[in-house]
Nanobody
Framework: QVELVESGGGLVQPGGSLRLSCAAS????????VAWFRQASGKEQEFLGT????????YYTDSVKGRFTISTDNAKNTVYLQMNSLKPEDTAVYFC????????????????????WGKGTLVTVSS
């Protein structure tokens, strides 16, 4: 069992940056694959990217590739989502999620593939 808590959301101007954190309590993050999703108002959850248990492999959806970076600090049991060059269409609630598997190759996942989900943090990109 792991509990996930996201933080770092807020209001940012277009072109700006934010770093979201996903802190885990319970079992260490190294036991899980961690993914980031977002949900804009009136839309379904959108997969953003994944990082493997060891942090050695990442995978991103095309819409954020080159702008978003996922990293992990296993000592702090925290996964980060660094978001740069933010656009108004990035406005959404951002969630981290964990899957209790072990892999060395990151890939895409659906919301329903994950085993644990945080409650989300709101990111608003607006001038």
């Amino acid at each position: 069992q792991v509990e996930l808590v996201e933080s770092g959301g807020g209001l940012v101007q277009p072109g700006g940056s934010l770093r979201l954190s996903c802190a885990a309590s319970g079992r260490p993050f190294i036991m899980y694959i961690v993914a980031w999703f977002r949900q804009a108002s009136g839309k379904e959850q959108e997969f953003l990217g994944t990082i493997t248990n060891s942090g050695g492999s990442t995978y991103y959806t095309d819409s954020v590739k080159g702008r978003f970076t996922i990293s992990t600090d296993n000592a702090k049991n925290t996964v980060y989502l660094q978001m740069n060059s933010l656009k108004p269409e990035d406005t959404a609630v951002y969630f981290c999620a964990a899957r209790a598997r072990s892999t060395t190759q990151a890939r895409g996942y659906m919301w329903s593939d994950m085993d644990y989900w945080g409650k989300g943090t709101l990111v608003t990109v607006s001038s």
